[in-house]
């Protein structure tokens, strides 16, 4: 009797060094002979936030091509996807032992990867998001506090509510402290009119706080997806235009490169550690690296 067609995956979590913690990923170690649809399938099957395929690169000085999809859609780029399966790749040995980065092949282009070693710990991985655009800042601020059971007040003053993007928009809302964000919690109906008004491809927004320490802060991303509210444990498309943001309206200071760490995921029992360099010259923010740690959970086969 036929088994059917057997395709290899291994599950990691992305943007935390402790199992359970970060962003789960499913990743198919070889993605050819699958169809559209049944990609589409798998990904729903596994449930997870993305699922990514890996392909032949089309580029021999590729790694890989790499396609991510939602329970619902294929995705162009996705930041703790691109992070994950660079980790798997890695771990696979399908780059070369001391290798410090690769290029995949995403359905928004090629993107680097850089591989720090780090003593004692599982190592970082770094992807350059380029540099970020900024739309107009949403001007009507009552109505977005008023979408997320916030007060007006709670909006931290002088920062703009803004769409930013590095590949991906994501609208952010600045706001007073760690409290205020974890009291987020928007009613659908006005959260989802707030984002059509924003339009420009917003699907999601990003709640963030500057935290005690200088150099973090804290964060969630709520979007909506299957009709209803989804929030992420960790948003690498996100936080890269996050820190573009910091620098810009001088929440994160300095020249050069500035670090940032930003925490999220922990108000759903997930914690997560995004890093962000950022190049700033004269206050305004240029290019944007987000990175952070993997680690594996389980192996398995799934067979069609």
């Not at 798997?88 to 399908?94: A, N, S």
């Not at 928004?108 to 655009?133: C, E, H, K, Y």
């Amino acid at each position: 009797m036929s088994l059917g067609r057997a395709y290899a995956f291994v599950q990691v979590d992305v943007f935390t060094n402790q199992i359970f913690g970060g962003n789960p990923l499913a990743v198919f170690l070889d993605g050819r002979g699958l169809s559209d649809i049944e990609m589409q399938s798998i990904a729903m099957e596994m449930n997870l936030s993305e699922t990514t395929f890996i392909l032949p690169a089309e580029d021999v000085a590729h790694v890989a091509r790499v396609r991510i999809f939602t329970p619902t859609g294929e995705l162009p780029f996705a930041g703790h996807p691109t992070i994950g399966t660079s980790w798997v790749l890695r771990d696979q040995g399908r780059i070369p032992a001391g290798a410090t980065s690769l290029v995949l092949e995403l359905g928004l282009g090629s993107i680097n990867v850089r591989i720090q070693p780090v003593v004692g710990t599982t190592d970082f991985l770094w992807m350059d998001q380029g540099s970020a655009s900024f739309g107009p800042p949403f001007e009507d601020r009552a109505a977005v506090a008023e979408a997320v059971g916030l007060r007006l007040d709670d909006i931290l003053p002088g920062m703009p509510i803004q769409s930013v993007s590095t590949g991906s928009p994501f609208l952010y809302v600045p706001l007073c402290d760690k409290a205020t964000v974890d009291r987020v919690a928007p009613r659908l109906d006005a959260y989802r009119n707030i984002v059509a008004q924003v339009g420009g491809g917003v699907r999601s927004a990003f709640f963030f706080a500057p935290d005690t320490d200088p150099g973090r802060v804290y964060s969630r991303m709520i979007g909506i997806g299957r009709g209803m509210l989804r929030e992420d444990p960790a948003t690498g498309s996100a936080n890269g235009p996050l820190g573009a943001y910091l620098v810009k309206y001088g929440i994160a200071q300095g020249s050069g490169i500035i670090e940032v760490i930003s925490e999220q995921g922990t108000a759903m029992g997930r914690q997560s550690f995004i890093h962000l360099r950022v190049a700033s010259e004269d206050g305004q923010p240029g290019r944007v690296e987000v990175g952070g740690q993997v680690v594996p959970v389980f192996e398995g086969m799934l067979r069609l």
